[in-house]
């Protein structure tokens, strides 16, 4: 799966619609997203279909964010 066909990638904040929850994308395996909550590293899930990953935050405006404080 490509980030094309999903429109959400790794470092990319989404609402993920099936958990009802905002995280941030990890890793992808396959076709399975693993997702972090915004503000912890330890509280993760997966989400098995990237239809239900909407874009909050996209990875570049994140670091900009990062880089501003």
Known sequence: MTHE???AWVGDQVYDEVAGKEGVI???KGCTFILRE???WALT???HDAKTLRVTVP???RIKR???R
Request: glycine share 6%.
């Open 45 to 47: 899930w997966t989400s």
């Open 5 to 7: 066909a999903t429109g």
């Open 66 to 68: 990062r880089e501003e």
């Open 26 to 28: 990890t890793d992808v």
């Open 38 to 40: 915004v503000y912890s």
């Open 59 to 61: 990875r570049q405006k």
